[in-house]
């Protein structure tokens, strides 16, 4: 993709992520503010623009903040990602200089042959796709993901946001559960929901916590043709790091021509005064001995 195709992706997903993390305060947003629409002093004291406000402020609040989120954590994973491909352009171009010399010291005698016998493009590429295997990802075959893929990268990703959405309606359930026992009063039934729901979401995040672990020690899914694209955007890298180095050098070339001709000029220069002080000091010297004659 592109700079600007790249720039568009980004933008969709932090507007995504912003438009169902709103979505999902306005319910409790709207909820509180109908609540409190029962209490006469609550309706005497505020207008119907205050209680707009009431209600879809929160939900603007969490999506500008969500998307702005989203947004700094999707730039640093892409400067993550360029980071190691650029290491692993490095190494790779490393490693296979290394392997040239290692044939040509094996194999002597018939060094050339060794090396003209290892396919650079080949074995580079090859490099390259063993890195994108080894950088902590799990390359599944095809072009898309399956469901429970996805469940599980978004669930690596957003442990807090899954353990919101399963303990909030588990602690409702609770509660319901105890709202219909007509002999408890109110705080036996918050209580008892509050105990309920504290080892509720306790053994959830023992769960969902044992999954990430596990997640990040075997790394997210990928698509191969994501691993595709991986290995393609390093071997453009390393065409124009090739591409540099070879500019650097013709202008290095050229420098050190400028500076030989430079050099080779001052020579010349300097031979041509000491032969016209050496041509001032013979007709000095003669001049001098005429005189000395004449006298």
Known sequence: ?????????????????????????????????????????????????????????????????????????????????RDHIRDTTEWAE?????????????????????VEKLNTEVEIINLYRQSVENSGVRVIPGDTLGIHHRIANFWQENPLKVLGAMAAPAIAYIFYGRNNQQHLQLQMKVMQTRVLGQGTVLIMLITLMGFKQYMDTNGKFITQADANSRVEEMRIVR??????????????????????????????????????????KNKEALSQKLESHAV
């Open 239 to 280: 065409e124009g790091l090739l591409e540099r180095l070879n500019v650097q050098k013709a202008q290095k070339v050229m420098m050190d021509a400028r500076i030989r001709r430079a050099q080779e000029s001052d020579v010349a220069k300097n031979v041509d005064t000491k032969k016209k002080k050496n041509k001032k």
């Open 94 to 114: 490393k490693k296979h200089a290394q392997d040239v010399r290692k044939l040509a010291a094996q194999f002597s005698d018939d060094g050339k042959k060794a």
């Open 1 to 81: 993709m592109t700079t600007s195709q790249k720039a568009e992706v980004v933008s969709a997903r932090a507007f995504r992520e912003g438009c169902f993390n709103g979505a999902i305060a306005f319910i409790p947003s709207y909820g509180a503010v109908w609540a409190a629409m029962k209490n006469a002093k609550f309706l005497k004291s505020t207008n119907w623009q205050s209680r707009t406000a009431l209600v879809i402020m929160p939900p603007l609040f969490t999506f500008a903040f969500t998307a702005e989120s989203t947004l700094g954590k999707i730039n640093r994973e892409m400067a993550s990602e």
